[in-house]
């Protein structure tokens, strides 16, 4: 039997997150980074895939992820395109969902979709991540491949943009 994919309300995971609420407070990207890193590291470790669902849009690349699909919502918040995901036929067959937000839950009990809940999802992200895996220092990377977005709201391959949204915050910063 195939395991089902995770959908993850990443924000309401970020804020129940001590470490990433704390650095959310003070670098939005970083906190994004973080949460990016440590889902996808536990996908590596448990084999599974799972989708980060943020809302907005993409102002900023996280990075590339294995087994880890990073979505915005655009023009809908990320509790929309979560529900509306949950909706698809099929989706209690591919989809758990990770959330603890009221009406996800209700939507997903309508639609027969197993949710887990925010703190036992994040205790297994520290019981079964490759120690020193996630926000240990990173080796330094290699010489980076371009990016191509199939899907405007997903982000196909976001290699080599870490010094593009680097040079977008400075910029942005001295326009204040």
């Given amino acids: 039997m195939k395991s089902r994919q995770l959908l993850i309300d990443a924000h309401n995971l970020m804020h129940k997150h001590p470490q990433i609420k704390k650095t959310l407070r003070q670098d939005h990207l970083l906190a994004m980074r973080e949460i990016c890193r440590y889902v996808s590291d536990w996908c590596v470790a ?5 989708s980060l669902i943020f809302d907005g849009v993409p102002q900023i690349i996280p990075g590339t992820y294995a087994r880890l699909k990073v979505r915005f919502s655009r023009e809908r918040t990320a509790d929309e395109v979560i529900i509306a995901m949950l909706s698809d036929e099929g989706a209690s067959q591919n989809w758990s969902v990770v959330t603890d937000d009221t009406e996800i839950r209700q939507k997903a009990f309508f639609y027969g979709v197993d949710v887990i809940r925010c703190d036992p ?3 297994s992200l520290k019981n079964k991540i490759v120690p020193g895996s996630a926000g240990a220092k ?3 990377k290699k010489k980076k491949a371009p990016v191509s977005v199939k899907d405007p ?3 196909a391959d976001p290699r080599g943009l870490e010094a593009d949204v680097d040079l977008f915050m400075r910029l942005f910063k001295e326009r204040k």
């Fill in 46 to 50: 448990q084999n599974r895939r799972a």
């Fill in 121 to 123: 999802f994040l205790g």
């Fill in 138 to 140: 990173q080796p330094p």
């Fill in 153 to 155: 709201g997903e982000l």
